[in-house]
C-alpha cells in the first residue's frame, strides 16, 4: 500500500476489544506502530479496549497470536513487529514464517489477524514507517483492525452467529 492507507471506518461507540501482539526487538520503530495505533482506535472506538502484550522478537509473535486468539476474547488481533534486512537471509526466513503462520491463525480462528511484521531493508525504512505521521503502519493496522471488526459484525448479523468463532466448523 505505497503512499496510502485504508480509510477511517464509522466511528462506533460499541465496546470493542482489540489485542496486540508486538515484538520488543527494534522496540523504538515497533513502539512507535503501537503508540499509532493505539491513537488511532481511540478515534473510531472510543470505548475499545486495547492490551498489549510484548513479546522478544517476530518470530515469537505467531505463538503469542495463537494464546490471545484462544482466550482473550479480542474482536481483532494486530501483529507488529519490526525485521531489518541483514547480510544473511536469516530476515527473510522469519518473516515468510511468520506471515505464513499469521495467516493459518487468521483462517483457523475466524478472527481478524492484521499483520504489520514489517521486513524492511533499512533503518531509514523503519524510521519512514513506523515513526512518521505519513506513513505509519500502526495506523493502517488499527484501520485495519477497526474496518475487519466493523464487517465481521454485520457478516454475523447476516448470518444469524453470535460470535465470529461460530463461523467456522471444524
Do not use: W
Request: contains cysteine; negative net charge; aromatic residues 4%.
Amino acid at each position: 500500500m505505497a503512499g496510502s492507507i485504508p480509510n477511517r471506518p464509522k466511528e462506533t461507540q460499541d465496546p470493542v476489544s482489540i489485542a496486540v501482539v508486538a515484538s520488543l526487538y527494534h522496540d523504538t520503530y515497533v513502539s512507535g506502530m503501537i503508540d499509532a495505533a493505539r491513537e488511532e482506535i481511540q478515534l473510531m472506538a472510543p470505548n475499545a479496549s486495547i492490551t498489549v502484550y510484548r513479546v522478544p522478537g517476530a518470530f515469537e509473535i505467531p505463538v503469542t497470536v495463537e494464546l490471545a486468539l484462544r482466550h482473550s476474547g479480542a474482536d481483532a488481533v494486530m501483529a507488529l513487529g519490526c525485521i531489518i534486512r541483514g547480510e544473511t537471509e536469516h530476515a527473510d526466513l522469519v518473516a515468510a514464517s511468520v506471515t505464513d503462520a499469521l495467516q493459518r491463525l487468521a483462517l483457523k480462528h475466524v478472527i481478524p489477524v492484521v499483520h504489520e511484521v514489517l521486513l524492511l531493508d533499512s533503518e531509514e525504512q523503519a524510521e519512514e514507517r513506523c515513526l512518521g505521521a505519513t506513513i505509519n503502519r500502526g495506523t493502517e493496522a488499527a484501520r485495519v483492525a477497526m474496518n475487519m471488526v466493523q464487517l465481521f459484525k454485520k457478516m454475523r448479523q447476516a448470518f444469524g452467529v453470535t460470535r465470529t468463532s461460530d463461523f467456522h466448523q471444524d
